[in-house]
């Protein structure tokens, strides 16, 4: 039980310590496709350090919301990490605690938060940024329900452990055409969640083009390198679900020892890392959307992913 | 379970996988905005086409779809393209938008509506059957052909037009190599000859009405023009 409770914080530390190096590796990989040489793959750490290091400042008219929300956001992966298999095939202590959907509520939690303290400022690009969050937001809800929901019919449970194990069984599963256009909606929706280019472009400086950025513009300091920090651990999580639960779900510790789970890190980050190059090739290939055409964009995510289910449905 | 059953499970899966990424090809073509990329995705379509074709051949042991196979990648995926790409160059490298009767979401909505129309239709029939192949390729290429008909309804332009009758054919096609594996190897080649004459002569009217019009888009074609 004690070894359980200690594996899965050890999860954490792993999302909390590796979180930054994928961010780093992603940028990294873009401006080298782009013929740039770009940041090295441990520049996030020495932002989120230097970040530390800084003093604060916050507005005048700013609520509590403003100061408790880099907090919220830096919490809320965390305790997704503890309901994930990010290292292990087996369910740990608190896996029981809360489901996909429930991952998805806390999830959805920081993001609430962040669009509140954007508001909260008064600085006229926040509630920009702010709206059109939730516009993709909104957008990208349906997709999840549909996707949570047809991957728990076929697993007949909505526990990610449980999902996880039943891809693992025969490979035949794997190539079923539900699992497929499943796995392509979800790509969709990690690209709009994460802010990635086709729909959001995480490394702009113009604000009245920005959608994730412009939240953040305010804050500075301890609680800019939370909201930093919490990002990406935000986008590990999302990966860790994506790669663990639905795409590839090898390379995962069966065994009660700690080398396994050691064994297992190096064994995750490798996947990571081969999706993150994917990601790169595929931000560096489109060119960022227009702001009314993410509707077509999700609006596609969303067929496909009703696609798969009227597949798995109607089929038997 | 044996050695050829299990080979015969992954054959049905990979068909099934066909199948599925046959449909989002259909899907893409109602969502693409360009005429180049909606040809690129026919073609697409048409190599899984003879995917499935392939699979279904080594299934029965025939030689003759292999040989529909064959013929579906020539004449669809090379062939075909090839065609449109040099008697309407213009039209296919135009860079601009398809002009469209309703908005590119909405057009996906109905879509998935037809695809689910396209299930229960097919789902009596599927009754008669217990070959998992008919049952995958029945409703899945029915999708094709009503997604290819909607997309020849929505679309104002001749181009994009020929592409939806041509996808219109893949989908009957994908459902025809299940349902019918027995037919006799000259009526495919006939048909896939059929098919390229039909490109053939609509590309030249294409290329004909673009020279006498100086466009090709249908719905700006209502009233007559004299001479």
């Known amino acids: 039980m004690t070894q359980r409770i200690l594996f899965n914080i050890l999860q954490v530390l792993v999302v909390m310590a590796l979180s930054p190096l994928v961010k780093g590796v992603l940028t990294r990989l873009k401006e080298n496709i782009q013929s740039k040489r770009g940041p090295g793959i441990f520049q996030p750490y020495r932002d989120i350090w230097k970040l530390f290091q800084k003093d604060e400042i916050v507005p005048e008219e700013s609520s509590w919301i403003f100061r408790a929300t880099p907090y919220i956001v830096f919490v809320t992966p965390i305790f997704v990490a503890l309901l994930i298999p990010v290292l292990t095939g087996y369910p740990l202590f608190f896996a029981f605690m809360g489901d996909m959907l429930g991952g998805g509520f806390i999830l959805a939690l920081g993001g609430f938060f962040a669009t509140l303290a954007a508001v909260d400022t008064g600085n006229p690009y926040g509630p920009m940024g702010a709206s059109r969050t939730r516009m993709v937001g909104f957008l990208a809800e349906p997709v999840f329900m549909i996707v949570f929901f047809t991957v728990s019919f076929i697993a007949g449970s909505t526990i990610p452990y449980i999902v996880h194990k039943h891809w693992v069984m025969p490979l035949a599963n794997f190539l079923e055409p539900s699992h497929i256009l499943l796995m392509l909606a979800f790509l969709m929706l990690i690209i709009a969640e994460g802010g990635r280019i086709p729909v959001d472009n995480p490394s702009g400086h113009f604000e009245l083009a920005m959608i994730d950025e412009s939240k953040g513009l305010e804050y500075s300091g301890r609680g800019a390198a939370l909201m930093k920090w919490g990002g990406a651990m935000k986008f590990f999580v999302l990966l860790c679900i994506f790669l663990n639960v639905l795409v590839t779900p090898w390379g995962l510790a069966h065994g009660e020892t700690l080398g396994e789970i050691l064994l297992a890190i190096p064994l995750v980050l490798l996947k990571i890392l081969i999706f993150v190059l994917i990601l790169a090739v595929i931000e560096s290939s489109f060119a960022k959307l227009r702001l009314f055409r993410i509707t077509e964009f999700l609006g596609a995510a969303f067929v496909t992913s009703v696609a798969a289910m009227i597949t798995r449905l109607l089929e038997i | ?227």
Request: charged residues 10%; glycine residues 8%; proline residues 4%.
């Open chain 2, 1 to 227: 379970m044996s050695d050829p059953q299990a080979a015969l499970l992954v054959c049905q899966k990979l068909n099934a996988l066909a199948g599925g990424l046959f449909l989002l090809t259909a899907f893409g073509m109602i969502a693409m905005r360009q005429v180049l990329a909606s040809l690129n995705l026919f073609v697409g379509q048409s190599i899984l086409l003879a995917a499935a074709a392939f699979f279904l051949g080594l299934q029965h042991g025939s030689v003759h779809l292999f040989v529909v196979a064959g013929i579906t990648v020539f004449v669809k995926a090379l062939l075909i393209p090839w065609l449109l790409r040099r008697i309407i160059r213009h039209e296919i490298y135009a860079r601009r938008e398809i002009s469209q009767v309703l908005n590119i979401p909405t057009s996906l909505l109905i879509v998935v509506g037809l695809v689910m129309a396209a299930y229960f239709i097919s789902s009596p029939l599927l009754r008669v059957t217990p070959d998992p192949f008919i049952r995958l390729n029945l409703p899945i290429g029915l999708a094709g052909l009503f997604l290819g008909a909607y997309g020849v309804m929505v679309r104002r332009e001749a181009v994009p037009q020929v592409i939806g009758i041509l996808s219109m054919e893949n989908g009957a096609f994908f459902a025809g190599v299940a349902i019918a594996s027995g037919l006799p190897l000259i009526a495919e080649l006939a048909a896939a000859f059929d098919v390229l004459i039909i490109a053939l002569v609509m590309g030249l009217l294409t290329h004909r009405i673009h020279e006498r019009m100086g466009t090709t888009t249908v719905g700006r074609m209502v009233s007559l023009k004299e001479e």
